[in-house]
């Protein structure tokens, strides 16, 4: 059975770190591009960062650019996402996400490209 499993959210204060991670069950990870989501109260999911399957490209939205940093570990079914100089705007239900079938998505910050969730970890930044 395929699942995302996300751990490391928490509360932090602004300019603190948080990682990430993302461990999946139920099929190889190196044949998955994955993305990390956020949804903050309110307002619709956002695609925050993608590592892509068979070159390692990576992307991110512009609003977390320089600031976090998406890496994986095939041989740890792992995907993990640093958060540094986190702000009050990061806060939010972090997903870990994989589309339906293997490769890249055309648009990999897209929600909609993809098919499996995680059920989610909270981040809270705030003084």
Not at 3 to 20: A, D, H, I, K
Not at 54 to 80: C, E, L, M, P
């Amino acid at each position: 059975q395929v699942q995302l499993v996300e751990s490391g959210g928490g509360l932090m204060q602004p300019g603190g770190s948080l990682r990430l991670s993302c461990v999946t069950f139920g099929f190889n990870l190196d044949l998955y591009t994955i993305g990390w989501f956020r949804q903050a109260p309110g307002k619709e999911r956002e695609g925050v960062s993608a590592i892509s399957n068979s070159d390692g490209n990576t992307y991110y939205a512009d609003s977390v650019q320089g600031r976090f940093t998406i890496s994986r570990d095939n041989d740890r079914n792992a995907v993990y996402l640093q958060m540094n100089n986190l702000q009050s705007e990061d806060t939010g239900v972090y997903y870990c996400a994989s589309p339906a079938v293997g490769g890249r998505p055309a648009r990999p910050l897209s929600r909609y490209n993809y098919k499996k969730w995680g059920q989610g970890t909270q981040v809270t930044v705030s003084s």
